[in-house]
C-alpha cells in the first residue's frame, strides 16, 4: 500500500504543474485574445493546420492540454481544430524533442515531431468530415461567454472553470495510473521484445492509453525499453498514445465532444501510433545515449502544484458533496415559495457553484439547487420568480421560465 500511495503522489507530482499551466494558458488565451479570434482563425478553412502548428510547441501533456482545448472549444473554434490541437499537442514539445534528441538521437526527435502533426491532422480532417453535428461546449454567444467577468476574474474563473469540470476523471485517472505503475512494473516490460515487434506495440497500447504519462518524464523509460531490446516503433508508440491519452482525456472528450469524436480521436491515436511505429523501425535506425533512468529529484514547484491541486480536489468533492444535500433538501420542499427555472449559459460544474452560490447571498433565498445536466435552478424564499429570473441574469445566465 505505501508503494501505491507513494506513486500516486508521483502522478500528482507529475500531472499538478502541467495542468495548473494548461488551465493558465487557456485563461490568458481567454482574456488576452479578442473574442472573435478563436472564431475567426479556429474555424473554415486552414484551423486544423494553425491549431496543430499551435499546438505541437507547446510544452503541454494529456492533462494539461485538456484545459487548453476544451477551452479552444468554449470560445467558439471548431471541432476539428480542437480535436488536431488535443491529439497533436500531448505528443511533444520543445522540452520533449530536446530530451527525446539526447536519449534516442535527432532522427527519432524529429520523426516524433512529424508523427504529431500527421495524427493531429488527420484527427482533425475525419472530426470536420464524419464527426457529425457540432456539440455545443458553451453558450457561446450569450454574455456568459466573454463578459461575464473581466480582468484577473476573467482569467481565474476560465482557469477554474476547466479544471472544476474535469477534476472528477483525473482524480479517477490518477489513481487508475497509480494503480497500473504499482502492479506493472516498467522492468518487466522489457520482456515484450521477444514476441515481435506488432504485439509489442499492441501491448503498449493496452498499457499507455489509460495511463498519464508525460512526454517529457517518459522518454527516458522508453529509451530504457529500447536499450532492454524493444522495438524502437513500441517505444515510439509509448511515446505517442501514452502522452495524448488517458483515462482522464478519455472521459473529458466523450462529455465535451460525444462518442463518435471520441472514436475518432482514439482511433486516429491508435492507428497512426502503430503505422507510424512500423514506418519508423522500418526506415530509421536509433542509437540509444542515454538507457540508464536515475531517481527523478522534483522541484519545490512540482510539490506545491501538487498540493494545489489536491487542496482544489478536496474543494470540489465537498462542494458537490453540498450541492448533493441542497438538491435532496430541494426535492423535499420546505414549505417556503419554490420557484423552478430553466437556466441557460452554465458550461460546467464551476458554472453550478458560482451560480447556486450567488443565489444563497441573497437575502431572500432560504434554499437554493443548481444542476447542469438539465440546466435548473430550484429556489426557496421569499422571491418570486421575476426577481428570480433577474437573479440569474445578474449572475451571468439565462434564466428559461
Avoid at 35 to 58: C, E, M, Y
Avoid at 81 to 94: D, K, N, R
Avoid at 95 to 120: E, N, R
Avoid at 204 to 222: D, E, K, N, R
Amino acid at each position: 500500500m505505501m508503494v501505491f500511495v507513494s506513486n500516486l503522489w508521483t502522478v500528482m507530482l507529475a500531472l499538478a504543474p502541467w495542468l495548473l499551466i494548461g488551465a493558465g494558458v487557456s485563461g490568458l488565451i481567454h482574456v488576452f485574445l479578442p473574442a472573435d479570434f478563436i472564431r475567426r482563425h479556429l474555424t473554415g478553412r486552414g484551423s486544423i493546420a494553425k491549431a496543430v502548428a499551435l499546438g505541437v510547441p507547446l510544452p503541454l501533456c494529456s492533462c494539461g492540454v485538456i484545459p487548453a482545448g476544451l477551452g479552444l472549444k468554449k470560445d467558439g473554434a471548431s471541432d476539428g481544430a480542437a480535436v488536431g490541437f488535443l491529439i497533436s499537442t500531448p505528443q511533444t514539445g520543445v522540452d520533449s524533442v530536446l530530451v527525446a534528441a539526447a536519449f534516442l538521437g535527432w532522427p527519432f526527435a524529429l520523426f516524433k515531431i512529424a508523427a504529431a502533426a500527421i495524427t493531429g491532422m488527420v484527427g482533425g480532417l475525419l472530426t470536420e468530415s464524419i464527426g457529425g453535428e457540432r456539440k455545443p461546449y458553451a453558450d457561446e454567444s450569450g454574455p456568459h461567454s466573454h463578459h461575464s467577468s473581466t480582468g484577473f476574474a476573467a482569467f481565474w474563473d476560465h482557469s477554474e472553470d476547466l479544471i472544476r469540470s474535469i477534476w472528477g476523471w483525473l482524480v479517477f485517472g490518477v489513481f487508475v495510473s497509480a494503480a497500473i505503475t504499482t502492479w506493472l512494473p516498467t522492468e518487466g516490460l522489457t520482456q515484450l521484445a521477444t514476441w515481435g515487434p506488432v504485439v509489442a506495440m499492441l501491448v503498449m497500447l493496452v498499457i499507455s492509453l489509460p495511463l498519464y504519462v508525460c512526454a517529457t518524464a517518459s522518454v527516458p523509460i522508453a529509451a530504457s525499453l529500447v536499450a532492454g531490446g524493444m522495438p524502437t516503433g513500441a517505444a515510439l508508440v509509448f511515446l505517442m498514445a501514452g502522452p495524448a491519452t488517458n483515462v482522464a482525456t478519455i472521459g473529458t472528450i466523450q462529455r465535451a465532444f460525444g462518442t463518435r469524436i471520441l472514436s475518432i480521436y482514439l482511433g486516429t491515436i491508435v492507428a497512426g501510433s502503430v503505422g507510424l511505429g512500423m514506418a519508423y523501425d522500418a526506415w530509421l535506425p536509433t542509437a540509444v545515449t542515454d538507457a540508464v533512468q536515475h531517481g527523478e529529484h522534483h522541484p519545490w514547484w512540482a510539490s506545491a502544484t501538487a498540493v494545489v491541486l489536491a487542496l482544489l480536489f478536496v474543494r470540489y468533492a465537498m462542494s458537490d458533496l453540498m450541492h448533493a444535500l441542497n438538491a435532496r433538501k430541494a426535492r423535499v420542499g420546505t414549505g417556503a415559495t419554490r420557484v423552478v427555472l430553466g437556466v441557460e449559459g452554465m458550461t460546467c460544474g464551476g458554472c453550478v457553484s458560482r451560480l447556486e452560490r450567488e443565489l444563497k447571498a441573497h437575502d431572500g433565498v432560504t434554499l437554493a439547487s443548481v444542476s447542469l445536466e438539465p440546466g435548473q435552478a430550484i429556489v426557496e424564499g421569499e422571491l418570486n420568480q421575476d426577481e428570480v429570473v433577474q437573479l440569474i441574469k445578474d449572475s451571468g445566465f439565462n434564466a428559461v421560465v
